[in-house]
């Protein structure tokens, strides 16, 4: 493979990033869930049609805009790295210990009572 086709050829791009997303093992050890061994294609799975929440300060309810569903899981070097869908299809990358599920309380909250929406 040339260095020449990573720059222009989004194709390409998006076929190795599938390769390194969902064959490599990283550690990981977010808050909600217990440390151990991952792959980003297991945490995709698991998390896919969840409504996610950005981890903020201790005691601090998460506003509006820190909710969010999964869109693609990758893996870096310390861990996973979330794509997430945001409102007003907004997207951001977050390593998997910065976020969390979102509890059923905080998307009532999140939603004025009405249960869980679509994001996006």
Known sequence: MRHRAWRGDPALTLVL?????????????????????????????????KVMVICGKEGQAPASRDFFLVESVGTLAGGLLITGLFDHARRERLRSHSVRLATEGEIASRNGGRGP???G
Do not use: M, N
């Open 17 to 49: 990033s599938a390769r390194l997303a969902y064959g490599d093992r990283v550690e990981t050890t977010p808050a909600s869930e217990p440390s151990e061994t991952r792959t980003a294609k297991d945490y995709y799975r698991d998390h896919r049609d």
């Open 117 to 119: 929406s679509d994001i």
